[in-house]
Each structure stands twice: as structure tokens, then as C-alpha cells.
T-cell receptor
Framework: GAGVSQTPSNKVTEKGKYVELRCDPISGHTALYWYRQSLGQGPEFLIYFQGTGAADDSGLPNDRFFAVRPEGSVSTLKIQRTERGDSAVYLC???????????FGPGTRLTVL | RKEVEQDPGPFNVPEGATVAFNCTYSNSASQSFFWYRQDCRKEPKLLMSVYSSGNEDGRFTAQLNRASQYISLLIRDSKLSDSATYLCVVNGGNPTSGTYKYIFGTGTRLKVLA
């Protein structure tokens, strides 16, 4: 079956702009996770959803970052007033239920100029 | 102290060697543990879960030591294709309260040499 997909694969934007990153999890997976990864580092937790609700958003760095999952499937990570420090690979993962192994999408490489 | 710590390496080993990685974690309430493999510019892929009794999958063996709060990964008979970054993942949430936040280590780079 289809794995986790993320769009776009690459996004280049200018400082101060708004961006949306999309994640389509594996069908039937109830838990969805967002991470960001900088070069030489492991993925850094941002937020995860169980169904439609954000179960833990403690990793969001500030209020410029927001994520939604309105129908319990596709999720969108939204970043307002982007800064150069937001440049990273944003990874999405899903798991059948909370606590199980996660399956990752290919990521969105965000570059803020 | 970081929640999950790994030696970043790199570990350069010859083909056929046995290599072991350790990972320490700080949250004694952690319940789930995994090793992921990440190739350059690719997404992490699950290598294996780590069970309390230890588990083996072919050339790979994972062990958990709750008392000392570390997990290990042993790779026997290393192949060139094992060259990658190995990420330790620990459930850093609180299953009692119902959150399952996973924390990744920085990864350990392995290069297997011909």
C-alpha cells in the first residue's frame, strides 16, 4: 500500500512569508507526528495528533508554528512569518496507534532566504 | 542532560566486523524503544523495536537495560550496505497520562569499509 506522502518535497521562501506543509499518512493510521531535522541532528519532535486532536504540541518552538488535522487524516503544518532559522527538513510520520512504530514520509526541505 | 544521548561517531569498521552502539535515556517512565536507520538525505526507516527481554533480527541484536536506562544495538558481520546513521528512539511521553511523544537521539554514523 501507499506510504506516508508529503508535499511539497522542496519549498523555498523568503523571510517573513507564510508556508504550509502537507502530510498524507498511511490509510488507517490514527496517530500522526511532525518533526523537523537539521543537518547532523536527529529529528526534533514538534507535535503529534491522535485522530483530529493535538495530543502533544510541546515541541512547537513558538506561536508562529501551528498544525491541524481536521478530519483525522491529512495534516498541515503552518509556519507564519518564516525566519532563516526555520530552514530544515520537516518530517511527518504516522503509526497505526499511539505507541507503535512510526513510518516516515520523505520530508519537505524548507529553505528560508 | 539530553533526554536521549548517542555517540555521534563516526564508527569506521571493516567489512565483517562486529560493532555495537549504545544509547542512554533520561526518562525512567519511558515504555517504548526503537532503532531507526537513516541513509543520507533520506527519511528514517524502522530497523527494529527493542523489547525488554532483548531481541534479534538476523545480524542485528537489540537490548534494553532499564536499570541503567540504556539500549544497545549490535551488528554482526557488517556489510557495506550497513553504512548509515542509526537513530535511537525513546518514548518520552507519559503513557499513564496518555501522551506518546517520541524523542530521537542525534544518531550514530556508521561507515563499513571494504
Amino acid at each position: 500500500g501507499a506510504g506516508v506522502s508529503q508535499t511539497p518535497s522542496n519549498k523555498v521562501t523568503e523571510k517573513g512569508k507564510y508556508v504550509e506543509l502537507r502530510c498524507d499518512p498511511i490509510s488507517g493510521h490514527t496517530a500522526l507526528y511532525w518533526y523537523r531535522q537539521s543537518l547532523g541532528q536527529g529529528p526534533e519532535f514538534l507535535i503529534y495528533f491522535q485522530g483530529t486532536g493535538a495530543a502533544d504540541d510541546s515541541g512547537l518552538p513558538n506561536d508562529r508554528f501551528f498544525a491541524v488535522r481536521p478530519e483525522g487524516s491529512v495534516s498541515t503544518l503552518k509556519i507564519q512569518r518564516t525566519e532563516r532559522g526555520d530552514s530544515a527538513v520537516y518530517l511527518c510520520a504516522s503509526s497505526l496507534i499511539e505507541g507503535n512504530e512510526q513510518f516516515f514520509g520523505p520530508g519537505t526541505r524548507l529553505t528560508v532566504l | 542532560r539530553k533526554e536521549v544521548e548517542q555517540d555521534p561517531g563516526p564508527f569506521n569498521v571493516p567489512e565483517g566486523a562486529t560493532v555495537a552502539f549504545n544509547c542512554t535515556y533520561s526518562n525512567s517512565a519511558s515504555q517504548s524503544f526503537f532503532w531507526y536507520r537513516q541513509d543520507c538525505r533520506k527519511e528514517p526507516k524502522l530497523l527494529m523495536s527493542v523489547y525488554s527481554s532483548g531481541n534479534e533480527d538476523g545480524r542485528f541484536t537489540a537490548q534494553l537495560n532499564r536499570a541503567s536506562q540504556y539500549i544497545s544495538l549490535l551488528i554482526r558481520d557488517s556489510k557495506l550496505s550497513d553504512s548509515a546513521t542509526y537513530l535511537c528512539v525513546v518514548n518520552g511521553g507519559n503513557p499513564t497520562s496518555g501522551t506518546y511523544k517520541y524523542i530521537f537521539g542525534t544518531g550514530t554514523r556508521l561507515k563499513v569499509l571494504a
